[in-house]
């Protein structure tokens, strides 16, 4: 069992709110010919470009799904496990929870066509290249292929080290000068894999230990080189200030360019600066209790935060609020963010609460009528027999047993471990169920 690395789990939480924030913040959505379209606010205000320099953190998941791949490729060797196995198995963490997002959209669109409200039904309604509600989904198919390559870039990486970040950074740089040559984005295709292979890729120096090494005034020098480089390249005739590059699209985005990468050493090197301190302050149980929490439920935030903002939105609009749409940010669509944002928050809060259920109900939790249906009893303690619906997390095959207020043991040989825990508390089942919860989200695969 591999510790879990508070940092890393703290920057995949930090940069998930900072995305959720701002997409709330800056999605400025309208209807046009009953169409839902949406624009981010710095394309209708260009001076709000710096905007883009301080939110735009994809990088950062990136760089912690360098990591995670790694660690997990790692754990998976030492378990004599395919390369078939690992790739499954990283696989499942995405897909899953995708095909549930898409499948309830397909749900809801097939139920109000058959309640004979087709011509209202959502699908028909959203346009193409929409931040809302499908935009997210631009990330987990680019990180996809990251992770089916990556056990091509973890072997490259042992071999040439920072040779391959490099090469792949002037990949980028040739694509940028091919499509401003021959005035066309078709090059920068390449872009959507390469940008975003880059700060993949330091996350295994990350994970090896050389960037964990550096000194803070090394991750200080980092952080302004990136800086810098970005402010150079800006402001050559090529770039735009802003990171949303609106002369090309591929795929229905904004091409990816060199200042991207640029954009994703200065934030490494920054957020490796505040390393210490915010190791310093998850060091309280509690503290990363939360954090662990957090990112238990980064897949499901990232997928629904849009759908929530579109609930809100078009509530608002069929309730007459005026700072429901707009094509330019007046004061009064400024001033409506606020009351968007929590009401965001909270739809998106009753989604969360709405999936727990779900999928406790449908792979590891209540059963619908309180039956557990996996764990069978025998004497002295019970056993999981297999994966399914049970009552608290853990492996197939691993025994357990509660004592008097809150005494709990369990054994789980698929990981490796006893845990024995000698609390003495009235509310027993509800600390058995938060430990074995907090132990099994600190396992890293």
């Given amino acids: 069992m591999t510790e879990r690395d508070r940092f890393i789990d703290a920057v995949r939480v930090a940069a998930l709110a900072a995305v959720v924030f701002l997409h709330w913040l800056s999605v400025m959505p309208t209807v046009t010919d009953g169409t839902f379209t949406d624009q981010i606010v710095v394309t209708a205000v260009p001076q709000l470009w710096p905007l883009t320099w301080l939110g735009d953190v994809m990088a950062l998941f990136f760089f912690a799904g360098g990591y995670a791949n790694w660690v997990s490729m790692k ?89 391959v970040p490099v090469v792949m950074t002037l990949g980028v740089a040739a694509a940028d000068a091919a499509a401003v040559l021959l005035d066309s984005g078709a090059p920068l295709l390449l872009n959507v894999l390469l940008v975003w292979m880059v700060p993949h890729q330091l996350g295994y120096f990350y994970a090896d230990g050389r960037l964990r090494r550096l000194s803070l005034t090394a991750c200080a020098g980092l952080a302004v080189a990136g800086l810098l480089a970005l402010v150079l390249l800006t402001s050559l005739p090529f770039y735009p200030r802003s990171l949303f590059d609106q002369r090309w699209k ?156 809150a005494t709990y043991w369990w054994a789980d040989p698929k990981e490796e471990m006893i845990v024995v825990s000698m609390m003495q508390s009235p509310l027993g089942r509800h600390y058995s169920h938060l430990l074995r919860g907090l132990v099994v989200q600190a396992i890293a695969e």
């Fill in 75 to 163: 754990s998976s060797r030492e378990r004599g496990e395919s390369t078939g196995a690992y790739l499954a198995r990283r696989y499942r963490r995405l897909v899953l929870p995708t095909l549930g997002f898409l499948g309830a959209w397909l749900v809801v669109e097939l139920l109000m066509w058959l309640a004979g409200l087709g011509p209202w039904a959502p699908l028909r309604h959203v346009a193409l290249g929409n931040t809302t509600p499908f935009g997210p989904l631009w990330f987990l198919g680019v990180y996809l292929l990251v992770v089916t390559l990556s056990p091509l870039t973890v072997a490259a990486h042992r071999r040439w080290g920072l040779a």
């Fill in 250 to 405: 591929v795929l229905t985005m904004d091409a990816p360019t060199l200042p991207l990468v640029a954009e994703a050493v200065w934030f490494i090197g920054f957020a490796l600066l505040l390393r210490p301190l915010v190791e310093g302050i998850l060091a309280d149980p509690r503290r990363w209790s939360l954090v662990s929490r957090a990112n238990s439920l980064a897949m499901p935030v990232y997928l629904w935060h849009m759908t929530a903002y579109l609930v809100v939105v078009v509530t608002l609009g069929a309730l007459g609020i005026r700072f429901a749409y707009a094509t330019e940010p007046s004061a009064l669509w400024w001033l409506g963010r606020p009351v968007v944002m929590v009401l965001s928050g909270a739809v998106l809060a009753l989604t969360l609460v709405a999936l727990d259920r779900v999928q406790r109900v449908a792979r590891g939790g209540v059963a619908p009528f309180g039956f557990v249906l996996v764990v069978a009893w025998t004497l002295g303690f019970a056993v999981r027999q297999e994966k399914g619906i049970a009552p608290i997390a853990g492996s197939a095959g691993d025994f357990f047993w509660p004592g008097a207020f």
